[in-house]
């Protein structure tokens, strides 16, 4: 262990090392994206999916479950089963619908990313119940929050012009059925 | 040998999408016995001319599919100024029609197997660089079947130290991918579907509206624009898949919501209700198919027109199931009422004008079994569509 000579990190490689090999995690990235799910309005760079990751969507993924349990109802082959289907569902109707070539793996990442306000959802479920007028607020509050991210970046990724609402609502939709397992 | 006869008389008939999926076999089978194989002799202006029409009669995109098979190395579009407007591919001063030139600086189209080797080693690494960069925007491998393919052959010709390409691999890439497109085509034809989604937020809000209101609106023929129907986006007459697809998932769940807050919520009612809804759907149409043709009636509906006609009554399904959440029964029961006599005054109007002759469609009084025929046909399609409506299994 001799110099600490200072290495230059190039953007796209500022990965996390261990033991002298890179884990291919990029902590910088996935800050960028998750910063820009949870500001749903501001428009996004459409070079931010340029490098498929699903780390930070498993994470959400796994969080959820997490919160879930917390609050008492052990669903996991729910979530797994529903986001798989919704993702290949997502799927198919992008690439019918945007003249692009569209990846299996953006859109599963891009979902899993939106799927950040719903974890906070159910997080404020583990401790008061959502049954009420409160609860249903909150969860379309959620709801929409995520898909309107959602949308907006599959718009700004797959240049869609005049489309946002119509991608809105299939994801709608899906994190809908989220909120329903949280919620019910 | 047999399709070849089959033209002149069908290709008046139907100047359809159809005559290009039955021109794609023959043309690919022509492709391996007449003009391809001696292209070598020819001069290369008419060599980028034939295989250009080559591509557009086998409906390949040479921008899209072709040239990631090249690279870089391809920057040259086939004929000069034409293509490409949507990537970054500078125009050359170089055309085709220098392929006797050297290739020192990578940027050839191609030149003959006969030729000098020249910069052969410029070309390859340009090759290689330039089939890493073919990728569209950094999507995985497993994104684009087409890409993945010219892909393929591009590293399976780089693999055999071929250090440059030549018009016979451009014959062949063109032919594998039309062989590709035709296969692909024969079981979901991708290119229809995707025509049927081309909406916008615009179209789809009119549309509801008109599914649920359709009185007022005077116009319901179907622009055309040379011979092909305009995309749904650009007339609002014009069917599409996005509504139905969405009317359908939504209905499913707002109907398994509905009957799940009578009971407790569970999601195998949400699978049961989807397969009977699905099932009621397959035979709607199914049914539709076999009257249109028992009637024998000339028209231009595809299958994918009827399903989406068959669909857009679940727009109504859900207004109704929704009120009749929100509101209670009678509720429910009047925006049904209202939501089926919308439909069947919407088909019937919709109907009309591809069902009927053009005398009929005008209103004129026409005479004869056979006009009278399809009115009954057009009124039963419509009708069905609110008793189907009603006869939905809620509440």
Sequence with gaps: MGDFQPFEQDFYQSGYYIDDQELGINFDHIWQKTLTVLNPFKPADGSIMNETDLTGPVLFCVALGVTLMMAGKAHFGYVYGLSATACIGMYVLLSLMSSLAVSYGCVASVLGYCLLPMVGVSAVAVFCSLQGFLGTVLAVLGISWCSLSASKIFISTMAMEGQQLLVAYPCALLYGLFALLTVF | ?????????????????????????????????????????????SVSEGLEQLA??????????????????????????????????????????????????????????????????????????GLQAA?????????????????????????????????????????????????????????????????????????????????????????YQQDTPVAPRFD?????????????????????????????FSPELLGVQA????????????????????????????????LAFS?????????GVVSG????????????LWCCAAIFVFMIRTLRLKLLSEAAAEGRQVRGSRNQLRMYLTMSIAGAQPSSCSGSPTT
Aim: hydrophobic share 40%; charged share 15%.
């Design chain 2, 135 to 223: 990728g569209f925007s950094g999507q995985s491998l497993l994104s684009d079947p087409m890409s993945n393919l010219a892909m393929a052959y591009g590293s399976s010709l780089a693999s055999q130290g071929r250090k440059w390409w030549t018009r016979m691999d451009l014959q062949n890439g063109v032919k594998r991918l039309a062989i590709y497109k035709v296969k692909l085509d024969r079981f979901i034809p991708i290119s229809k579907l995707k025509y049927y989604f081309a909406v916008d937020t615009v179209y789809v809000g009119k549309k509801l509206g008109l599914l649920v209101f359709p009185y007022m609106h005077e116009n319901w023929e179907v622009s």
């Design chain 2, 311 to 319: 669909g857009y009554k679940y727009v109504g399904m859900i207004v």
């Design chain 2, 275 to 306: 397969s009977s809804a699905l099932v009621w759907l397959i035979m709607e149409v199914l049914a539709v198919l076999l009257s249109l043709y028992l009637v024998t009636v000339n028209t231009d509906l595809t299958t994918i027109d009827l």
């Design chain 2, 325 to 336: 959440l929100l509101f209670g029964r009678p509720a429910y029961y009047l925006s049904l």
């Design chain 2, 1 to 45: 040998m047999i399709r070849q006869h089959q033209f002149p008389s069908r290709q008046k008939a139907q100047a359809q999408t159809t005559a290009t999926t039955t021109m794609l076999p023959m043309v690919a089978s022509t492709a391996t016995h007449s003009q391809m194989v001696s292209l070598d002799t020819f001069p290369s202006s």
């Design chain 2, 236 to 264: 609002v007459n014009a069917p599409d898949l996005y509504i139905p697809a969405m009317a359908f998932i939504t209905y499913v769940l707002v109907a398994g919501l509905a009957l799940g807050t009578q009971n407790k």
């Design chain 2, 56 to 129: 557009l009669r086998l409906e390949v995109d040479v921008c899209r599919d072709v040239l990631p098979l090249y690279g870089e190395s391809m920057k040259a579009p086939l004929t000069a100024g034409k293509c490409c407007q949507e990537t970054k591919v500078e125009e050359p001063n170089m055309r085709m029609g220098n392929s006797s030139m050297d290739g020192t600086d990578g940027s050839q189209l191609f030149e003959d197997t006969s030729g000098v080797a020249a910069g052969p080693q410029a070309g390859y690494s340009n090759q290689q660089a």
